[in-house]
């Protein structure tokens, strides 16, 4: 077995190490899981194996009386076996899917493991099944685990749907486009907020409807609302669109450097910006005070996971007072992340990529009040005695902008009382 390869090297102001090893990921099917619920007349076809429904169906938690859109078209041992057509059974099982749910505008055929190792060409059956199925436009993206982060798959899919976003009229005046899958209701804030600030032009990708995608053109600036959509991003480049760089919208502080970036582009004055903005970085402070007392002081460890971990860690040292032993992190993007990196205490020690062993026993040596890391990793870090937080929650939880700050101390301070209450 390969020995881990380690390095640090310099990154701003933080102390920053690259690891190469065996890492502890989640797959990217369990993007499907607020992607289904975003996109309301789609419909995502894992193509994969029982392993794929059952990931998807307990991830979920989906009771048995709902109709979900998403499912897995099974591929067994024939299919493996190279005895069964898979192009013709996907074709057979799409044309049964849509004529039980018309409904259903927009369908992802999403890879997995399984279809990858058998070479089975989605994106050819995604533009067969496209003039097969005359009302529906079919797309294809990957959500398998080789080699990814479980955030990939959302990345993956809004990639997929670029290329045929409507395209923006060249004469067309600048629009505003916000990029990441956001509850609704934080995406209805955020349009009063711009609203209140000029800015009328705001569309965001996804769009919740399938016929309501936004078009794209070189009048388009752009803001990432998660630090994951490298792909996207660089689709959207192509298009002509450009980004506004920014922090990320978690606390007070990074939706404040959010939205000054939207303003900036649009030309919106201070006074208007202040105007806008106050009530709302009021309403956070007042929810962010009584986790200054129970998150201050407290120290916290990464593991690498879903690539929230830059912002997450700004927001809990800069906001709530906490400590940062170790920010793990599965890729760093140093164009996308930079707003955040210049704001994390100096000397930071941020990990990327990971070496499972390794950062298991800096984790255990430092004996951290919390620990951030995925659902494998949980279980056995809490019999031995560590508070943690599967850092899955945050992706499934409205956590962005004002309203929502205070919702996002408390899932960090939420162990911390368990553990307190255990204990007693």
Request: with cysteine; aromatic share 6%.
């Amino acid at each position: 077995m390969n020995a881990p390869l380690t390095h640090a090297s310099a990154c701003g102001g933080i102390d920053l190490h690259r690891e190469d090893g065996q890492r502890a990921v989640f797959c990217g099917l369990t993007g499907i899981v607020w992607l289904h619920r975003k996109i309301r007349d789609a419909f995502f076809l894992v193509v994969g194996s029982r392993t794929c429904a059952h990931l998807i169906q307990s991830a979920a938690g989906v009771m048995i009386f709902a109709e979900p859109r998403f499912a897995t078209a099974i591929i067994d041992e024939r299919d493996l076996a190279g005895l069964a057509d898979c192009n013709d059974e996907l074709d057979r099982v799409a044309a049964r899917l849509i004529e039980r749910r018309p409904d259903i505008k927009l369908l992802f055929l999403v890879g997995s493991c399984p279809s990858e190792v058998i070479k089975l060409d989605l994106s050819r059956a995604a533009q067969r099944l496209t003039a097969k199925l005359s009302s529906v436009k079919v797309l294809n993206y990957s959500g398998s685990g080789i080699e990814t982060t479980f955030t990939e798959g959302e990345d993956a899919c809004l990639a997929a749907l670029v290329p045929d976003l409507p395209r923006e009229p060249a004469e067309a005046p600048p629009s505003l486009l916000v990029v990441g899958a956001l509850a609704d209701v934080v995406e209805d804030q955020f349009l009063r907020m711009f609203a209140a600030m000029g800015i009328g032009d705001v569309r965001f990708l996804p769009a919740r409807h399938a016929g309501s995608m936004p078009a794209v053109g070189r009048g388009t600036r752009y803001l990432l609302a998660q630090p994951f959509l490298t792909e996207t991003a660089r689709a959207l480049d192509e298009r002509g669109a450009k980004r506004l760089a920014a922090p990320f919208p978690l606390g007070a502080e990074g939706t404040t450097g959010w939205l000054t970036a939207a303003a900036d582009a649009f030309g919106v004055s201070q006074a208007t910006f202040e105007a806008a903005t106050a009530a709302g970085r009021a309403r956070a402070d007042t929810a962010l005070a009584p986790y200054r007392e129970k998150l201050g002081g407290k120290r916290v460890f990464f593991f690498p996971d879903s690539q929230l971990e830059v912002p997450l860690s700004r927001f809990l040292a800069r906001e709530l007072g906490a400590e940062l032993v170790e920010v793990g992190t599965p890729y760093l993007h140093r164009a996308h992340l930079a707003a955040e990196i210049e704001l994390l205490p100096a000397g930071t020690r941020v990990t990327e990529g990971q070496s499972l062993d390794d950062q298991m026993d800096r984790c255990r040596a430092a004996r951290p009040d919390l620990t951030v890391c995925g659902l494998g990793l949980a279980n056995p870090l809490e019999a031995e005695g560590l508070a943690t937080k599967w850092s899955i929650e945050l992706l499934f939880t409205p956590v962005q902008g004002y309203e929502q700050a205070g919702d996002l101390a408390e899932l960090f301070a939420r162990p911390l009382a368990r553990r307190a209450l255990l204990e007693v």
